[in-house]
């Protein structure tokens, strides 16, 4: 019985590569496609020969899944399509009612997906599978969410599954590693609260691997695939002092590699960064989302102050720790002044990488629900409505948008040239060029992704070239 994956980007996708694991457990065969690394994705599906077509898809990735699952099933009408994934958890009607679709799993699918491999290789019937919801008659037959995995120790995530396939992705200098899943707060632009309600009562939410069991992890990995650099991709990887003590010591005796991690600034003690710098932390990264206090504790339901962002920089800081901090534009209420203090914020507490994106918020969510209430959304918002590119537009309709476009695209050029700020920002506010601003956001995201990364020039342009349709 052979299972192939589908997905959309050019990365490895922990999900993937967790079910995978466990689907090899179990003796099943496996593979993967990447639309974006293919000239025709659906004849690599077919050349795969699989039993089972497994897709695994984000929100903005709606009208891609539409469209290829459809096309599949004109094209091999007898293998059977599941979606499954963070859109599916959040939107299984608008998934399941896709016609290229057979099965969703709405939830975590170790447990779950594997018995509907199980089932169908048997040609039994699959209703009655907790989380995996099917059509009876064309009608979709929902069956809940599937139980959160307890045991993140169980198993290991397969990624000779990509990189066998896709050796570039071997290759990459900076390898992802995630050691938790779960998040315990309720911003209001992430998705994480309405997966926390959805999986209410379905176990433990918040889980971490075992310290030994994620240095195992990472050394199987890049004993075959080296890297030069590590990146703790968590919601929150530098929290629970605990973990971390145990963490590091064998970290840094067993791998000791530079690493970039996740933290939530407000959470940040002394300790978790002495632990981090003295396990080989080479940058900490934390959401700033806006400089605007009132906006990020009201509108973003972040309640973390600029006084305690300080507090938490400088000791990072003090550790000789890096700063990457994510920030987000084109806010609702958000004035151009705003977006100005989001500068200046980060270039007073020290930042060194600026990561920015475009607020883009999914149908159905509050942020969604309060454009639309404010006149910003239209009502009938859908995600054949999602930009293909984030970082371009925005899709509401904003007094201030070009200006606040504008500077989202100069922003990380300001804080890495200062003396330039006063221009860039002036020229920000005042001119109206697409293609000019841009070509600035490229060459900003060109420095950073240099810095961040300790790449050369070369190696720099050849991983922005290549990973062009993951930007
Ligand atoms: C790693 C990551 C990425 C990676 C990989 C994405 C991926 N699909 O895995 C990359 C870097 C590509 C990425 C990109 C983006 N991301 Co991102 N990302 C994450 C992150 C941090 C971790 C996801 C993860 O690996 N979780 C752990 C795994 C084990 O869980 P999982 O993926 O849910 O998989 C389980 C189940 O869903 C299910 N499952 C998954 N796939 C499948 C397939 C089948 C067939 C089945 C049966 C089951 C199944 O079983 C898996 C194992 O239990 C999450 C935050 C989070 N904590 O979830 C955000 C998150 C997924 N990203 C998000 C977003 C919005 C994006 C972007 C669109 C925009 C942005 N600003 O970042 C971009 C897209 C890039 C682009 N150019 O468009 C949102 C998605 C919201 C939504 N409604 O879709 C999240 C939830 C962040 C958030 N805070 O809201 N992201």
Not at 11 to 17: A, R, T
Not at 70 to 83: D, F, H, N, T, W
Not at 245 to 261: A, Q, S, T
Not at 360 to 389: M, Q, V
């Amino acid at each position: 019985m052979k299972i192939c994956f589908l997905q959309k980007r050019i990365f490895p996708y922990f999900g993937v590569m967790a079910l995978s694991g466990c689907l090899k457990k179990e003796g099943y065969e496996t593979d993967i496609v990447i639309d974006a690394c293919e000239k025709d994705a659906v004849l690599e599906l077919k050349k795969a020969k699989p039993d089972l077509i497994a897709f695994s898809v984000l929100s903005n990735e709606h009208t891609w899944l539409r469209q290829l699952s459809s096309k599949l099933k004109r094209e091999i009408p007898a293998v059977p399509i599941a979606v499954g994934g963070v859109h599916s958890i959040l939107y299984p009607e608008e998934v399941l009612t896709l016609s290229g679709v057979d099965y969703l799993c709405r939830g975590e699918g170790e447990s779950s997906f594997t018995e509907l491999a199980r089932r169908i290789a048997l040609k039994k019937p699959a209703t009655d599978i907790p989380g995996i919801w099917f059509k009876r008659d064309g009608a979709p037959q929902m069956r809940g969410a599937s139980p959160l995995t307890g045991e993140l120790d169980s198993f290991f995530e397969d990624r000779g599954l990509y990189y066998e396939r896709y050796p570039k992705l071997g290759k990459l200098a900076l390898k992802v590693f995630m050691s938790s899943r779960g998040c315990p707060f309720h911003c209001s632009f992430c998705a994480n609260p309405s997966i926390m309600r959805i999986f209410g009562g379905k176990g433990e939410y918040i889980r971490r691997k075992s310290a030994r069991h994620f240095v195992e992890e990472i050394k199987r990995v890049v004993s075959d695939y080296p890297a030069a650099s590590l990146f703790f991709a968590d919601d929150l990887f530098a929290v629970d002092a605990a973990w971390l003590r145990e963490f590091g010591p064998l970290y840094k005796k067993e791998v000791n590699l530079p690493y970039i991690c996740t933290a939530r600034i407000d959470l940040l003690e002394e300790e978790h960064a002495r632990l981090l710098a003295g396990s080989g932390c080479h940058t900490v990264s934390f959401g700033v989302e806006t400089g605007n206090e009132l906006l990020r504790k009201g509108l973003l339901n972040k309640s973390i102050s600029n006084k305690r962002i300080f507090e938490g920089a400088r000791i990072i800081k003090r550790m000789g720790i890096k700063i990457q901090t994510s920030n987000m534009f084109c806010l609702p209420d958000e004035s151009v002044e705003d977006a100005q203090a989001t500068v200046d914020l980060n270039i007073a507490i020290g930042t060194d990488y600026m990561f920015t994106t475009v607020l883009l918020p999914f149908p159905k969510t509050a942020l969604a629900d309060y454009c639309t209430e404010k006149g910003l959304l239209k009502k009938e918002y859908s995600f054949e409505d999602i930009p293909n590119s984030f970082i371009q537009d925005s899709v509401l309709s904003l007094k201030d948008k070009e200006a606040l476009l504008n500077i989202h695209k100069v922003a990380h050029l300001c804080l890495r040239f200062p003396r330039l700020k006063p221009f860039l920002m002036h020229v920000a506010k005042k001119i109206k060029c697409r293609q000019l601003f841009l070509f600035l956001w490229l060459f900003g995201t060109f420095i950073r992704f240099r810095d961040e990364r300790q790449l050369n020039l070369w190696r720099t342009a050849r991983y922005l070239w290549e990973y062009r349709k993951g930007l």
